[in-house]
């Protein structure tokens, strides 16, 4: 039967594996497949730390630097490592997932349940099933970490160690929903388990946090190194009851830490044993896994069924009605009802009076923060982490904020039967993603503001007027960045629907992953040649006017010159795509 | 009320209609028939705007559709086989967002029957999501009927309907012809056309095969005999084939 079994599995792969192949028959899973394929060769062939491969036997100052890390580490690395899978298997127990203990497909279900095969072996093959993700997994984390050259070990040792922690975290996974499963048969309902599940994790907090109290290491005083700071963290977490649960991760984790071959081969039989015990407890849980599994596997397909719809929403909880973001009045602007209404899809988090809140938080939490912690640490702190994210939210966001036209394209039949044009549609469509990343460049901005501002007033020429006009003209500037941005994927969207389409497939392989990075460099390469003109304007505009009407009216004016290039940009851009828009019939765009 | 002049659509190298001319007046149901392939949904589709004709013009209440597509949309209503909803958006605020697009002023009220004449009234403060398949189709149709449109082009308009949402539809359409709609539907059920449409266009291949009300078809392809029912004329005009 299980010859049977695997015969399913292996074919299966086959097939899947042809028809990916197959499909680089066509130019745009070639291309992304070779775009794939050059960013994984960069990522694995990088080293760690990025500027070459430190050598030991090189003699250099750095090697032997690197080798006092590497003595240091690893025995952090094996208790942060066991800390990370206790809370895992916390986690497990307390917030398990929807997935039954045993996942099958529609097809699996309606093949194998009715046939004569026993619950064991439907277990076997769920496990053996598994088997294939895990290995697979176990062979790409070792090659994003191979450049971890302070690990020591071998390849074939790393690959083993990680097939061994991801099988036991799979096997716990699995018999933790199972036991769940037979707590839930015997009629114990969510909240009686969570508090007994909570309870016992009291007792174990206060069990642990009482000889870590007592016996707490000192930290180190003045100028110290993050090693010593984890080696202290660690020495803290390593204590008492809490050593005693750390140990069966330390165990785990042994193998794949393993310096050398001979004490991989005596971490191994420990770890060996704790897989053995997983594997004994999952086979041996009476549990009626079938209700669950079909209800899972219906639950997929209607998710798969979704996707293939066109709704791209990932998880499965339902949706629920949302209060209104402002009154829809009528008559009035059409584009709004489209905002509105893109914004009551999104989380009730994008809510102006959350943004405000955030407004004030900032203005009161930012000038406290530098007051108490001492000026210039902080302050560099604050600037440069809200800078980062104001720049990764300017070039990324569009990317992840798609409440617009992406997301409604399945409904471009509807859309395109209402009397407007395609430019008020687009216009209306984009405005919910132009909100969300506009409040938080503002709010990054405030906050990179507050955090100069100690900086600030000890120059001279950045008057406070400069400051607020400066200001205040970025802050003008913002919402039409982010809408030039934006009008940058939906023009991919509606240039390349096919390609677009192929892109938003869940999952799918090294191809997909090209496409979709080849979409993300044409935006930062669209982005900086649209800009490169409103640059160079703006600032000839300032270098040329300062001396005449002096900075902060340079500065103004250099501000209108950019906003009237991207209006006009934007204006180009809308009424271009809107004409697109209203020609675009998907259904042909989509035809294979 | 709807006027189709030479009206063709082109994909590439492959015409999937060709040279298409029909009138549709206030208070006639045409249906729309054809084996698979046969250019309806192309058809359709140029009719209600979604994507523009390679040639031909067609006028919506007398205005020209690809010269003034805004205004000639106010007065169409398109009704897809399969419900588009907002995932989002409960059911009174499809017809609130519905009434903004639109410019429905009086909204609220027209919202309100419709809602309580497609027997959703209750169901007003939920999601897509929550409803059924059937309920799914009557807040689209409610959306579509919000503007008081005196064109509507359904296609395919009984797809995944029970019985008695089949006879409610069947109902709905006659009613708003009867009221002064001109009305477009597709469909391969040739029983819904028998009951509902005054006037049957049958394509083939892009091309019209047969044009007129349900007598002048039966006339003209019943050769005299009596009793011959639609599907049997189907079969006759189209040579029992889709090429």
Redesign the interface.
């Known amino acids: 039967m299980l010859g049977a079994l695997l015969y399913l599995r292996l074919t299966s792969l086959k097939n899947l594996l042809l028809s990916r192949l197959r499909r680089l028959r066509q130019p745009k899973y070639l291309l992304g497949a070779a775009v794939g394929a050059a960013y994984f060769y960069f990522i694995f062939s990088r080293p760690f730390g990025g500027s070459g491969r430190p050598s030991i036997s090189s003699g250099s100052a750095t090697a032997a630097s690197f080798t006092l890390l590497s003595a240091e580490l690893l025995p952090l690395l094996s208790v942060f490592g066991a800390f990370a899978l206790v809370l895992i298997a916390l986690f497990t127990w307390l917030v398990p997932s929807e997935k039954p203990g045993l996942t099958f497909s529609e097809a699996e279900v309606a093949f194998l349940f009715p046939a004569p095969i026993s619950r064991r072996r439907l277990i076997h093959f769920r496990l053996l099933g598994a088997q294939l993700h895990i290995l697979l997994s176990a062979i790409f984390f070792t090659l994003l970490s191979r450049g971890w050259s302070f690990l020591g070990g071998h390849v074939l040792t790393h690959i083993v160690g990680w097939w061994l922690v991801l099988t036991v975290v799979n096997l716990h996974f699995t018999g933790a929903a199972l036991t769940l499963n037979r707590i839930f048969d015997a009629g114990i309902s969510v909240w009686r388990r969570r508090l007994v599940i909570l309870g016992g994790l009291a007792v174990l907090v206060v069990a642990a946090a009482i000889p870590i109290w007592q016996n707490a290491p000192a930290f180190p005083t003045g100028n110290f190194g993050p090693g010593a700071f984890f080696s202290a963290i660690a020495r803290t977490i390593d204590t008492g009851l809490l050593s005693w649960l750390l140990y069966p991760g330390k165990l785990l984790l042994a193998p794949f830490l393993a310096a050398d071959i001979r004490t991989f081969f005596f971490a191994l039989g420990p770890a060996a044993l704790l897989l053995a015990v997983h594997y004994f407890w999952v086979l041996r849980l009476e549990v009626s896994f079938e209700e669950a599994s079909v209800a899972h596997a219906e639950k997929r397909a209607a998710r798969v069924g979704r996707f293939q719809?066109g709704?791209y929403?990932l998880g499965s909880a339902?949706?629920?009605?949302?209060r209104?973001p402002f009154p829809?009045?009528?008559?009035?602007r059409?584009e709004?009802?489209f905002l509105?209404?893109n914004l009551?899809?999104t989380r009730a988090l994008f809510h102006w009076r959350v943004w405000a809140g955030c407004a004030v938080a900032i203005m009161i939490g930012v000038p406290w923060i530098i007051r108490a912690g001492g000026e210039a640490p902080f302050a560099a702190i604050i600037a440069t982490v809200a800078a980062v994210f104001a720049i990764y939210t300017l070039l990324l966001g569009p990317q992840l904020a798609r409440q617009d036209l992406r997301s409604d394209l399945?409904?471009?039949?509807?859309l395109?039967?209402?009397?407007?044009?395609g430019w008020q549609i687009l216009l209306g469509q984009l405005l919910t993603p132009i909100a969300i990343l506009t409040g938080l460049l503002w709010l990054s901005l405030l906050a990179v503001m507050l955090a100069l501002a100690p900086r600030a007033e000890t120059v001279s020429w950045l008057t406070p007027g400069f400051r607020l006009t400066a200001g205040l003209c970025a802050a003008a500037v913002i919402p039409a960045l982010c809408t030039l941005q934006l009008l940058i994927p939906n023009a991919a969207a509606l240039l390349f629907p096919a390609w677009f389409q192929s892109t938003r497939t869940r999952g799918g392989g090294i191809e997909l992953m090209g496409q979709r990075l080849i979409f993300v460099i044409g935006q930062l390469f669209v982005i900086l040649i649209s800009l490169l003109p409103v640059v160079l304007s703006c600032a000839l505009v300032i270098f040329a006017s300062q001396w005449l009407i002096g900075p902060t009216a340079a500065v103004v004016l250099a501000t209108l010159l950019a906003l009237a290039i991207l209006a006009a940009k934007i204006a180009v851009g809308l009424w271009w795509l809107g004409e697109r828009f209203?020609?675009l019939?998907l259904a042909?765009e989509l035809r294979p | 009320m709807i006027e189709v002049s030479a009206l063709s659509k082109r994909y590439g190298d492959f015409t999937a209609v060709r040279d298409l001319s029909f009138t549709v007046q206030p208070g006639e149901v045409l249906g729309l028939v054809g084996p698979n392939g046969a250019g309806k949904t192309s058809t359709l589709r140029s009719l209600a705007g979604i994507i523009p004709p390679s040639g031909g013009t067609v006028r919506i209440g007398g205005i020209d559709l690809a010269a003034e597509p805004v205004a000639a949309k106010r007065l169409l209503a398109f009704f897809p086989d399969e419900p588009r909803l907002f995932d989002y958006l409960t059911v009174r605020q499809h017809l609130n967002f519905v009434a903004r697009i639109y410019g429905v002023a009086d909204h609220a009220a027209l919202a309100q029957s419709l809602l309580e004449e497609l027997e959703i009234a209750e169901k007003a403060d939920q999601l897509p999501g929550e409803l059924s398949r059937g309920m799914k189709q009557k807040l689209a149709i409610a959306c579509g009927l919000l503007h008081s449109p005196r064109v509507m082009f359904f296609d395919e308009p009984l797809t995944g309907l029970d019985p008695l949402g089949i006879r409610r539809m069947k109902d709905s359409i006659l009613r708003r012809a009867r009221d002064g709609a001109a009305i477009v539907l597709s469909s391969h059920l040739l029983h819904l056309l028998e009951e509902v449409c005054s006037h049957v266009l049958i394509l083939k291949k892009g091309e019209k095969i047969a044009h007129g009300s349900l007598a002048e078809i039966s006339a003209q392809f019943a050769h005299g005999e009596t009793g011959v029912s639609l599907e049997e004329i189907f079969i006759r005009a189209t040579g029992g084939s889709e090429n």
Do not use: C, H, M, Q
């Open positions: 719809a709704d929403r339902p949706v629920k009605a949302r209104e829809l009045r009528v008559p009035g059409p709004l009802a509105w209404k009551l899809g399945p409904n471009s039949d509807i395109k039967t209402y009397p407007l044009t209203e020609k019939d042909t």
